[in-house]
């Protein structure tokens, strides 16, 4: 009689390496340039070291909050009846897709920012160039463009005359629009910070 040939079974202490390692992955996505200023995303300084000992792949993610993930321990009846260990892997295989598709949508958010942000600032380039022989008392300047929408930053001045004339908080407001590092540093002195935006916007003041 013919033995019958033994199936292959699932390796779980391999399932269990491979999720662990996913989620020392997800982890390092804090270390992506703008990641931890999206909207949802903790403050770097609380998120745990990549390096940190890991415990299962749903609970580190659960910790690094990626987007959301429900905490399932809190959705089970106390008298459910106990899972096998196949179905406690399927609800994690079924977790780590959630957060898969969190992480995703959170990346096509970042790119579409960096692409902002990089259009917005070869216009302001040109723009700086422009405003450059726009020197005349009165004459109109370019408004420069935000580089968190791509948009004309509605309060930059109109003219040299405007830009003489504006304070020191709105000047600060249209340096955030340009994420200039400089804004909010100077600690309202007018004479520096439109020294700071006249550079930016190739203003001769």
Do not use: W
């Amino acid at each position: 009689m013919a033995s019958t040939p033994l199936k292959e079974l699932p390796n779980f202490e391999a399932m269990a390496q491979s999720f662990e390692a996913i989620a020392r992955q997800f982890r390092l996505f804090y270390n992506l340039p703008g990641y931890g200023n999206l909207p949802g995303c903790k403050d770097q300084k609380d998120s745990p070291s990549p390096n940190a000992p890991a415990k299962t792949a749903v609970d580190a993610l659960k910790e690094d909050n990626l987007l959301g993930c429900k905490d399932q321990k809190n959705s089970l009846s106390p008298n459910a009846p106990a899972k096998t260990a196949v179905d406690a892997l399927t609800e994690d295989i079924a977790t780590m897709k959630i957060c898969l598709d969190h992480i995703n949508g959170r990346c096509e958010l970042m790119e579409r920012r960096i692409l902002t942000d990089n259009a917005a600032r070869e216009i302001n380039n040109i723009i700086r160039v422009e405003n450059l022989y726009r020197r005349d008392v009165g004459r109109e300047l370019i408004p420069l463009h935000s580089v968190l929408t791509n948009t004309e930053i509605g309060a930059f001045p109109r003219s040299v005359d405007d830009f003489r004339n504006l304070t020191s908080e709105t000047v600060t407001e249209i340096l955030r629009e340009l994420n200039d590092p400089f804004a909010g540093l100077m600690h309202g002195d007018a004479v520096q910070t439109r020294q700071r935006l006249a550079i930016l916007a190739g203003i001769r003041n």
